[in-house]
């Protein structure tokens, strides 16, 4: 169990040195600091380093204080007595390490032994000096040296390099600044993520901004050089410029910026450079308007306040959260917006949920008996006077900025709904940091770098206009399922969702083997709640299709192609780009409940008959593999990293999705056998049947108008009460609704409307009777093992594939036969609750 406190909310992550990270910002003990910086240097040789004489170091740090800089970035490595007199003007300082990248440097032993050399003396001189704020072991890799060696390559050799620095100092943040021309390169093992941007448009700018937080993934973005040369735009270009651009770098969420230069003073390749003037102070140190305008900034609370910051309504729905409702709701006291209310919802809790909230009387307390997640989203939806609601869950606790953010997503676009990242914590247990590190959580999905094409309902915020438009949540997701609903009901309604990726909280996953494997069965469950109401967007095995990136997939490229570099003409290209290929059903294959099936079914058989066992078992051993391949990947917290714990995670991988196919295919079960049978005690119309199309038709006649869209939503609202599942349409086939039972059979319901003149209405209906893919399937998979047990020679596994064959076609037929009969007793009893007269052909002529 975890025992959570408010002051746990700024701990939830590992010491290193004076900062450290903890999701996408830096903290120094209990306060958030974002780095406010300026880059200093290289300047021409003095006494033997690349910096100024004491005197003029003085008198910059003096200045820089002025407009609010806290720290500065050098482009080597500075001796003891400078960072000691960075300490002293309470600055801190980002240091770069200097090493020949400009050549090709992986092809030369000897320059290799001297970077690494370079990289391990530079850290041991750096020591643990408290002004030390963080380390760059490269900056800049040219594009032609990259993708001469490769970039894969090139990202092994700067992972050994942040090896070498974090054995050196291991309490140091160590990353390396990239830039656009190798933005592609993988470095998933630095502690923030560092680039060097150089756009003076803020449309342009913002956008890849965007593309950035994205790559930066749940660490810190810095941006560590961008700039204006006040020689070529003006001085007072240059500071309206960067204005901008720092008010748009830190409202798009980033950790800290740097920018380029503190002084024109600027000497680099041998030479002093006389031709440009990026500095907020020329040479002389005389401020220019760009001091001003960044001073504007760094001096104002960070991040920058709304001109008018919409009121939102916090909605927080618990059902028994006593264990971690006091923090949740002390992090929501202590968020820094200005508008902002909170409602609770105590959904018929039994434990102390209630009274800890009461403990909190500037939050509003709503309690109902138990009507599910959905009905209580929907009570505080209804409750909300403000014009965003945003709803977290009562196990997640939120970062101070999380609502500014959101309002910074709202405020700049048209999104109906804007999402953001959920982050674990560190666990408290190993058990627990194994299933954190386990697939299946909720996470959002991406459709480019700032549409979202699903967000997690522990973090999403809406306009309360548009989910009042599309009816609020659907009350039958009680458990889980609600947020996909909502979030493909306001898309189909036209509405646009948004991702902000700074708007983070954090978020307990399950502690527990048994409370994950839980969490996936009711993911399943709501799955196939989904199916019926979105069929298109799910792909043949009832899985969710995404059109989107999916967040975190630690997925394996063996099944998938591999992602695609654009380098541009002659490797010139000034953004280059990682595209990642669509995910392929083959990826996820191996995980279904299908493929284990015909796997357990083939291993069967070679076990009985005694041959072939080695190729039987070839499905199953392939999944094991790739499951092992996944938990290896998997980001596991270095306190509980060990080989038993991955093992765990490949048997939770392999376990999870599993569960969520039985859960599915149970919930179909469950349907069958709870729907009422109907039978209408009438006399019904005789039907025309088409038996080789397997084809109902029947006739139906209105004397009061009655259209084919009354006659279909009668026949809908009657069957679902009734537990059978019903798919309505979207558009793209030639029938109008599908009724499912249970697993076997599922009728195509199509109506026709002929207009008589006046209110006379002649309703043709036409039912389709199909087996189910699952029946489709099984009897696909059952005779191919039945044929090639036969050229094999199997005379056993071909005479147990033959039974479960018949079988299988017996029952099809019977519950096909049933289903067909049920849906015509239906449309008689609704066509009679609409005053229709049966056999309306007769009745028109």
Not at 252 to 262: E, H, L, M
């Amino acid at each position: 169990m975890h025992s959570l406190s408010v002051a746990r909310r700024v701990e939830w992550a590992y010491d290193v040195g004076g900062l450290r990270t903890a999701g996408k910002f830096f903290f120094r003990g209990q306060e958030k600091v974002y780095l406010r910086g300026v880059t200093y240097g290289p300047f021409a040789p003095r006494d033997g380093a690349p910096f100024p004489q004491r005197d003029m170091v003085l008198r910059d740090f003096a200045l820089m204080r002025e407009p609010g800089a806290n720290c500065l970035r050098t482009f080597t490595v500075p001796p003891k007595w400078f960072l000691d007199l960075v300490a002293e003007h309470g600055l801190m300082t980002l240091v770069g390490i200097p090493w020949t990248q400009h050549v090709c440097f992986l092809d030369d032993r000897a320059i290799v032994r001297d970077i690494r050399s370079a990289v391990t003396t530079a850290v041991h001189d750096l020591g643990n000096h408290p002004a030390v704020a963080g380390i760059l072991i490269g900056n800049e890799i040219p594009p032609d040296v990259v993708r001469w060696h490769g970039p894969r390559r090139v990202a092994r050799f700067l992972g050994e390099l942040y090896a070498i620095a974090k054995q050196a100092a291991p309490d140091a943040l160590v990353s390396y600044a990239n830039f656009p021309p190798t933005e592609y390169l993988e470095l998933d093992f630095v502690d923030f993520v560092a680039f060097n941007v150089y756009l003076h448009r803020e449309a342009d700018f913002r956008r890849y901004l965007s593309r950035l937080q994205n790559l930066a993934g749940d660490k810190p973005l810095v941006l560590t050089e961008f700039g204006i040369d006040s020689l070529r735009e003006g001085t007072r270009q240059q500071a309206e410029i960067l204005s901008r651009q720092l008010r748009a770098a830190f409202e798009c969420g980033v950790a800290g910026t740097f920018v380029f230069s503190w002084t024109d003073d600027w000497f680099t390749g041998g030479f002093q450079v006389e031709d440009w003037a990026f500095g907020l102070v020329d040479r002389n140190r005389s401020r220019k308007p760009a001091f001003q305008a960044v001073q504007q900034l760094y001096r104002s609370p960070l991040p920058p306040a709304l001109s008018q910051p919409p009121k939102i309504s916090v909605v927080i729905c618990a059902y028994n959260a006593e264990r971690t409702m006091d923090a949740c709701l002390a992090s929501l006291r202590e968020l820094r917006y200005p508008n902002y209310e909170v409602i609770v919802v105590n959904d018929g809790s039994t434990d102390g949920t209630e009274a800890i909230a009461r403990r909190y009387p500037e939050f509003r307390l709503l309690s109902q008996p138990n009507k599910g997640l959905s009905a209580a989203r929907n009570a505080g939806l209804e409750a909300a006077r403000g014009e965003i609601v945003a709803y977290t869950d009562s196990d997640c606790v939120a970062d101070p900025d999380w609502l500014t953010y959101l309002a910074y997503k709202f405020a700049s676009s048209d999104f109906a709904g804007v999402g953001g990242p959920n982050l674990p914590p560190p666990e408290d247990s190993a058990t627990a940091a194994y299933v954190a590190a386990a697939p299946g959580g909720p996470t959002h999905v991406l459709l480019d770098d700032e549409v979202a094409e699903h967000i997690p309902g522990c973090n999403m915020a809406f306009r309360k206009s548009a989910l009042e438009h599309i009816g609020g949540f659907d009350p039958v997701h009680r458990a889980a399922g609600d947020d996909v609903d909502v979030c493909w009901r306001l898309q189909d309604a036209g509405y646009r969702i948004g991702f902000s990726p700074a708007a983070q909280v954090w978020h307990f996953r399950r502690n527990t083997i048994r409370a994950y494997l839980k969490q996936q069965m009711g993911y399943g469950q709501a799955e196939a709640q989904l199916y019926f109401k979105h069929p298109f967007r799910f792909n043949m095995l009832g899985q969710s299709q995404w059109i989107g990136r999916i967040y975190g997939d630690i997925g394996l490229p063996l099944l998938s192609a591999r992602p695609i570099i654009y380098y541009g003409v002659f490797g010139r290209g000034l953004f280059q780009t990682l595209y990642e290929t669509p995910s392929s059903l083959l990826a996820y294959l191996p995980f279904t409940l299908e493929w284990n099936l015909l796997g357990v079914t083939l291993l069967s058989g070679a076990l009985l008959a005694g041959r072939w066992r080695l190729v039987a078992a070839l499905p199953l051993v392939l999944t094991a593999i790739l499951a092992l391949g996944r938990a290896w990947k998997a980001k596991i917290d270095p306190r509980f990293d060990h080989w038993r714990g991955r093992l765990l995670v490949a048997a939770l991988i392999y376990l999870g999705p599993l569960v969520r196919s039985m859960q599915r295919y149970l919930y179909r079960l469950q349907g069958q056998n709870g729907a009422a049978r109907i039978q209408f005690t009438g006399v019904p119309q005789r039907p025309e049947i088409e038996w080789r199309r397997r084809e109902i038709l029947l006739r139906f006649w209105s004397e009061h108008g009655t259209e084919k869209e009354n006659f279909l939503h009668a026949l809908i609202e009657f069957l679902a009460p009734r537990k059978y599942l019903v798919a309505v349409d979207q558009g793209w086939s030639d029938h109008d609704i599908t009724v499912h039972r249970g697993l076997w059979s599922r009728v195509e319901l199509t109506v026709a409307a002929e207009n008589h003149g006046g209110n006379k209405r002649l309703l043709r209906t036409r039912s389709r009777v199909r087996a189910s893919w699952f029946a489709r399937s099984l009897t696909a998979i059952l005779v191919t093992i039945a044929t090639l047990a036969l050229l094999g020679s199997l005379r056993e596994i071909s005479e147990m594939a033959l039974l479960l064959l018949a079988i299988t076609l017996g029952v099809t037929v019977v519950e096909s036969f049933r289903l067909g009969q049920t849906v015509w007793h239906a449309q008689e009893i609704v066509a009679q609750q609409l005053r229709l007269v049966s056999n309306g052909e007769q009745t028109s002529g």
